[in-house]
């Protein structure tokens, strides 16, 4: 059922990952981590590039080095840069500091074009040689630069790679030592993550075969053309013989790595997600956890509308930022935290729900569009198939349920590009034990 599922929204293949505080309550993969050659995908052996759900671990650096009282959340990031004669602030607002709490909740105005988006993807692990984390940071948030919104820090939502990505290179500075060996010595290694299946450029893996390869489907003739006008510099390939409608993106890389090329297995990144489920044992206290999901400004923060003239804010949130973490409320009031990853070739999520006792991680290697630009309707309810009136519930409210087995389902609806109105839904059956 499963396989047939990822036919249907074109995707070659899916690891599936369920987990309490203490264990993995369900492991799957599906389909292929590469169609050519043919290989399997693996829990524990395929490695993904995790896209945006690389963001999560910025945070936990930041709140790391909060606990230390080596920063404050609060304070202008221009204090940690140490950068001679350079300072990143809003060109139009330079009154309205820009702090660690507004990049890891997107609210800190930093408004990157998204054509300029497109041009950082670079093959392989050229964008390394060709521009440094900081060179990204201070050329792309430039006070003479127009990558701004037109609305003072701290006043409205705009999810931002490289905001992000600058509260890594506060890591960087702070610790003095680049971003991912932080990352390493005092997040993988605590938690006993295999560092020899982990990392960022594709020189960090001698078995390039591991790396699970990126696909997207050729609707039609026009598809390659199309994703070729987007990223040209990728020179995608339209593969042959049984696998023709499939389109295969070669390894790349990007300058704001932190925000979205950490690479590890499901199984790896299951470790980290029960860490939050655990309260942050052993990486973090209960309070920093409380603060990661704590909505920034209440819940009163709008998201900046780019589609509308007038520079207004959507009245209602379909998200809201805690640091680094996101809330959905769904229609009938269950909620859930987590983040989502769509880069070209790939669509990810990672997911706890309301009451904090149960994670869900799907990674898979598809991209239900063409032009790269998903819109992930993180409705994701997981329900019981077997309760009473066979009524499906979401995802949070499990946590009422014990010691049975449930037939379990999850849906993620994708608002894709193929054509106009068209909704496509991964359905997936599995069975867990609580």
């Given amino acids: 059922?499963?396989?047939?599922?990822?036919?249907?929204?074109?995707?070659p293949g899916a690891v599936i990952v369920v987990v309490n505080a203490t264990d993995i309550l369900y492991e799957e993969a599906f389909g292929h981590h590469s169609?050519?050659?043919?290989?399997?995908?693996?829990?524990?052996?395929?490695?993904?590039?995790?896209?945006?759900?690389?963001?999560?671990?910025?945070?936990?650096?930041?709140?790391?080095?909060?606990?230390?009282?080596?920063?404050?959340l609060d304070t202008d990031i221009n204090q940690y840069l140490s950068e001679y004669n350079q300072n990143i602030f809003h060109p139009n607002y330079s009154n309205h500091s820009i702090t660690l709490r507004k990049l890891l909740s997107h609210s800190s105005?930093?408004?990157?074009?998204?054509?300029l988006q497109n041009t950082v993807y670079q093959p392989g692990d050229s964008a390394f040689a060709k521009e440094t984390l900081a060179d990204m940071c201070f050329n792309v948030l430039s006070a003479n630069t127009s990558n701004?919104?037109?609305?003072?820090?701290?006043?409205?939502?705009?999810?931002?790679?490289?905001?992000t990505s600058l509260a890594a290179l506060v890591v960087e500075r702070i610790t003095e030592m680049p971003?991912?060996?932080?990352?390493?010595?005092?997040?993988?290694?605590?938690?006993?993550?295999?560092?020899?299946k982990t990392g960022i450029r594709l020189t960090d893996f001698p078995n390039r075969d591991?790396?699970?390869?990126?696909?997207?489907?050729?609707?039609?003739?026009?598809?390659?053309?199309?994703?070729?006008k987007e990223v040209p510099q990728l020179s995608l390939v339209q593969m042959q013989g049984n696998f023709s409608k499939w389109l295969y993106f070669?390894?790349?890389?990007f300058s704001s790595y932190p925000a979205g090329l950490l690479r590890m297995s499901a199984y790896s990144l299951s470790i980290f997600l029960r860490m939050f489920i655990n309260n942050g044992t052993p990486l973090l206290s209960a309070q920093s956890i409380t603060e990661m999901k704590t909505v920034v400004g209440g819940g009163h923060l709008r998201p900046f509308n780019t589609n509308s003239s007038s520079n207004a804010t959507d009245e209602i949130p379909s998200r809201r930022y805690g640091l680094c973490w996101h809330w959905r409320t769904l229609n009938n009031g269950y909620q859930y935290v987590g983040h989502s990853g769509t880069l070209p070739g790939m669509t990810h999520l990672m997911l706890i729900n309301e009451k904090h006792t149960i994670g869900v991680?799907?990674?898979?290697?598809?991209?239900?569009?063409?032009?790269?630009?998903?819109?992930?309707?993180?409705?994701?309810?997981?329900?019981?198939?077997?309760?009473?009136?066979?009524?499906?519930?979401?995802?949070?409210?499990?946590?009422?349920?014990?010691?049975?087995?449930?037939?379990?389902?999850?849906?993620?609806?994708?608002?894709?590009?193929?054509?106009?109105n068209r909704i496509q839904e991964f359905c997936c059956s599995i069975q867990v034990t609580f």
């Fill in 250 to 253: 070669p390894f790349f890389g």
């Fill in 361 to 420: 991680i799907v990674l898979t290697n598809g991209d239900m569009s063409i032009e790269s630009n998903i819109s992930i309707v993180n409705d994701t309810p997981i329900y019981p198939s077997v309760l009473p009136a066979a009524r499906w519930i979401p995802f949070g409210i499990f946590v009422g349920y014990t010691t049975k087995t449930y037939s379990l389902s999850y849906y993620i609806p994708a608002v894709a590009e193929f054509s106009p």
């Fill in 148 to 163: 701004w919104l037109p609305r003072p820090p701290g006043n409205a939502t705009l999810y931002s790679n490289e905001g």
């Fill in 1 to 11: 059922m499963i396989e047939e599922s990822l036919r249907k929204v074109y995707i």
């Fill in 35 to 72: 169609l050519l050659p043919s290989r399997p995908m693996n829990v524990n052996r395929s490695i993904f590039s995790l896209a945006s759900i690389s963001k999560t671990f910025i945070a936990v650096a930041v709140m790391q080095l909060v606990e230390r009282k080596l920063v404050d």
């Fill in 109 to 115: 105005s930093v408004a990157v074009d998204e054509k």
């Fill in 210 to 228: 591991e790396l699970v390869k990126h696909y997207a489907y050729a609707i039609d003739e026009s598809s390659l053309q199309q994703w070729n």
């Fill in 179 to 196: 971003y991912e060996h932080y990352v390493i010595e005092n997040i993988f290694k605590p938690l006993n993550i295999d560092t020899s």
